[in-house]
Nanobody, 124 residues
Framework: VQLQASGGGLVQAGGSLRLSCVAS????????MGWFRQAPGQERKFVTAISRSGGVTSYSDSVKSRFTISRDNAKNTVYLQMNSLKPEDTAVYYCAGANSAISAPRSSYEYNYWGQGTQVTVSS
């Protein structure tokens, strides 16, 4: 499966962005999906994940209550709605797909497929 992330950009603190991740080559419904982010000089970190059906979600503490992950399996797309953005949210955001027994995996080691990343920059 190939994953294509989009929707990044430059936004002021307090603003919102919605990222999309479109899958091709295989239906996205067979994978748990997640979003990770990597800021300059830092390791890639877990942001959020969603189970195959969308019934289970998981969030990092830093984004809980501000970000929402969702999926539309009919459109082969996963979304990340980001509200109340902060400068510390600045990073390249990656979507990923997991063949995992875990419903909404938090570890990058559980993920088998990765998109190319989309830059999110939040200005203060």
């Amino acid at each position: 499966v190939q994953l294509q992330a989009s929707g990044g950009g430059l936004v002021q603190a307090g603003g919102s962005l919605r990222l999309s991740c479109v899958a091709s080559g295989r239906t996205v419904s067979v994978y748990a999906m997640g979003w990770f982010r990597q800021a300059p000089g830092q390791e890639r970190k877990f942001v959020t994940a969603i189970s195959r059906s969308g019934g289970v979600t998981s969030y990092s503490d830093s984004v809980k209550s501000r970000f929402t992950i969702s999926r539309d399996n009919a459109k082969n797309t996963v979304y990340l709605q980001m509200n109340s953005l902060k400068p510390e949210d600045t990073a390249v955001y990656y979507c990923a797909g997991a063949n995992s027994a875990i419903s909404a995996p938090r570890s990058s080691y559980e993920y088998n497929y990765w998109g190319q990343g989309t830059q999110v920059t939040v200005s203060s």
